[in-house]
Nanobody
Framework: VQLQACGGGLVLTGGSLRLSCAAS????????MGWFRQAPGKEREFVAR????????YYADSVKGRFTISRDNAKKTVYLQMNSLKPEDTAVYYC????????????WGQGTLVTVSS
């Protein structure tokens, strides 16, 4: 399984970005896809997840109402639409995939940097 994340960049406070994560290597019907982030000097934290088949979503409280996770099954791609960005959203964002039946993530993408400038 390979995950390719892209879409990061520099944006002003209040701006928007859309991250993409393209998956390849196998089917994902019983999987979940997640986005995590790691800010400088901080531990990696959960951002959002979506079940591949039913599209059920979960969000960290810090991003609820601002971020939206979605997926395109045909393209095996998961998106993270980020609106109303804040400087504290600055981090390297990682996508990951894992079994829906566990809390684990087995495969990780390489990360894409999001910088929100005030």
């Amino acid at each position: 399984v390979q995950l390719q994340a892209c879409g990061g960049g520099l944006v002003l406070t209040g701006g928007s970005l859309r991250l993409s994560c393209a998956a390849s290597g196998r089917t994902f019907t019983t999987s979940k896809m997640g986005w995590f982030r790691q800010a400088p000097g901080k531990e990696r934290e959960f951002v959002a997840r979506i079940s591949w088949s039913g599209g059920v979503t979960y969000y960290a409280d810090s991003v609820k109402g601002r971020f939206t996770i979605s997926r395109d099954n045909a393209k095996k791609t998961v998106y993270l639409q980020m609106n109303s960005l804040k400087p504290e959203d600055t981090a390297v964002y990682y996508c990951a995939v894992g079994p829906l039946s566990t809390r684990e993530y087995e495969y990780w993408g390489q990360g894409t940097l999001v910088t929100v400038s005030s």
